[in-house]
């Protein structure tokens, strides 16, 4: 079987075949449309992260629920930051 990168070890159960035409298939797509799958999936990832955050912090207002989500996704540090650059600190 040729060595198919990243997709060898998560398509473990995949016949060498269908990952070849899997690969073939996601060459051939245009730029645009790899472009608008990529977005389309940030989008759903970032709702997940938010209805997650929600969910644990019921009672939160949407500059609280902001300020979380900055700071799982990017870190404390920006999180940090921009509670400074609120306050005007």
């Not at 159960?13 to 990529?38: G, I, N, V």
């Not at 990832?45 to 996704?73: C, H, K």
Request: aromatic share 4%; no cysteine; charged share 40%.
């Amino acid at each position: 079987m040729p060595h198919l990168g990243h997709l060898s070890a998560a398509q473990s159960d995949t016949s060498p075949r269908a990952a070849q035409r899997y690969l073939e298939r996601l060459r051939a797509t245009p730029p645009r449309e790899k472009l608008e799958r990529a977005l389309r999936l940030s989008e759903r990832v970032r709702d997940a992260a938010m209805a997650e955050i929600r969910r644990q912090l019921p009672n939160a207002d949407e500059r609280t629920l902001a300020r979380e989500f900055v700071r799982r996704v990017y870190g404390e540090r920006l999180a940090a930051r921009l509670d400074r650059r609120e306050r005007g600190t």
